[in-house]
Nanobody, 128 residues
Framework: QVQLVESGGGLVQAGGSLRLSCVAS????????MGWFRQAPGKEREFVAA????????YAAGSVKGRCTISRDNAKNTVYLQMNSLKSEDTAVYYC?????????????????????WGQGTQVTVSS
């Protein structure tokens, strides 16, 4: 089992920045990649970004590319999502997820079905 705990969400004005963190514990060695997803009220959970523990290959959704950066600290078993130039449409609950599947490229980790473990989520609200 892998446990995931997100933090860093909150209320921010449009144009502002936030950095989300996700700390993984448990059988972290079984995880090949980590991802961030978000879910707005009444909408499906959507992919934001993914990163592989080994090598650091990363991939981001087109809707956030250039504004959001995913990174990891292997020593701390922590993944970050730096979000800049936030917009009202970024308002959602953000979830961290861990995958035990191996894909050769980080752009393979874009579906919710690619992940086995999920955090409880952290709310991000962007006011306009």
């Amino acid at each position: 089992q892998v446990q995931l705990v997100e933090s860093g969400g909150g209320l921010v004005q449009a144009g502002g920045s936030l950095r989300l963190s996700c700390v993984a514990s448990g059988r972290t060695a079984s995880s090949y990649a980590m991802g961030w997803f978000r879910q707005a009220p009444g909408k499906e959970r959507e992919f934001v970004a993914a990163i592989m523990w080994s090598g650091g290959s990363r991939y981001a959704a087109g809707s956030v590319k250039g504004r959001c950066t995913i990174s990891r600290d292997n020593a701390k078993n922590t993944v970050y999502l730096q979000m800049n130039s936030l917009k009202s449409e970024d308002t959602a609950v953000y979830y961290c997820a861990a995958s035990t599947r191996y894909y050769s490229r980080s752009d393979g980790y874009t579906g919710t079905h690619d992940y086995d473990y999920w955090g409880q989520g952290t709310q991000v609200t962007v006011s306009s």
